[in-house]
């Protein structure tokens, strides 16, 4: 058997047993590995992962790991210029685009509400396998789901509450200038389209039809869309969720 001590930093730890939180700890192996899969069984899935340095040293995901190796373990930075070390991480695919579990549905409707394309996918398969087609972003609460090896970027959702998920988002993928409100439909995710009112007349109420002239519809489900007296209560919303980003702080030094 083998000894290595362990090292992860910042939200990282949101994975890890309170007792091995902002410590380095020891870590014994019982068999050859390399370091992704150390690092999983501890309990930190690869998406998170941005950096391993080894002795000092940044190494990749295949590194094996040997008697008396140092292993500190790092999350994407987006302050910190990394230029020049192996990371075992990649920047966001751009457009940023996500794939999400079927329990984050509201968290998708408010992602589309704020102008992100955002599919929402069944069986942990299926959302692996559409997030590696499409390069997609998985968005999920389930660290098992970020362990697929197809997963090549994903990212655990920490909040439970749609208003402060939408948030988090927004800060750890730096994308409040990216936003864009009211440009997609929150329910099937289409770019909706300018309509004409005599077009779609016939699916609006009475008083909507006398009190708006300016309409889009969706091109995939048909859904109509106007500012209503829900706008503002929406504006709001995607108002707070912007100025509440915040990075996630290190747990230690």
């Known amino acids: 058997m083998s000894g290595?001590?362990?090292?992860f930093y910042s939200q990282l730890n949101d994975f890890l047993p309170v007792t091995r939180r902002g410590r380095r700890f020891a870590?014994?192996?019982?068999?050859?590995a390399s370091v992704k899969d150390t690092i999983e069984s501890l309990g930190v899935p690869h998406p998170e992962v941005d950096l391993i340095l080894v002795n000092g040293t940044a190494q990749d995901f295949t590194y094996r790991l040997q008697e008396g190796d140092d292993v500190s373990v790092f999350p994407a930075?987006?302050?910190?210029?990394?230029?020049?070390?192996?990371?075992?991480?990649?920047d966001p695919p751009q457009p940023v685009r996500f794939a999400l579990d079927v329990h984050l549905g509201k968290l998708a409707s408010l992602l589309r509400l704020a102008g992100f394309d955002a599919v929402i996918a069944g069986a942990d398969a299926d959302i692996a396998k559409t997030a590696a087609?499409?390069?997609r972003i998985v968005l999920t609460r389930d660290v098992g789901l970020l362990k697929r090896n197809t997963v090549r970027h994903g990212y655990w959702v920490r909040q439970t509450a749609p208003e402060p998920q939408l948030a988090e988002l927004l800060g750890r993928f730096d994308l409040v200038s990216r936003m864009a409100p009211f440009t997609r439909c929150t329910r099937c995710n289409?770019?909706?389209?300018?309509?004409?009112?005599?077009a779609v007349t016939d699916r609006?109420?009475?008083?909507?039809?006398?009190?708006?002239?300016?309409?889009?519809?969706c091109p995939g489900c048909g859904r109509v869309y106007w500012q209503g007296s829900h706008y503002e209560r929406l504006e709001k919303l995607l108002a707070r969720a912007a100025g509440r980003t915040v990075t996630a702080p290190d747990t230690g030094p």
């Open 204 to 217: 609006l109420p009475p008083r909507t039809r006398a009190s708006y002239q300016k309409f889009h519809q």
């Open 27 to 32: 870590h014994v192996l019982r068999a050859p």
């Open 190 to 198: 289409a770019t909706l389209i300018p309509a004409d009112v005599e």
């Open 77 to 90: 930075f987006t302050s910190i210029d990394l230029a020049g070390l192996r990371r075992t991480g990649e």
């Open 4 to 7: 290595v001590t362990f090292r």
């Open 133 to 135: 087609r499409d390069r």
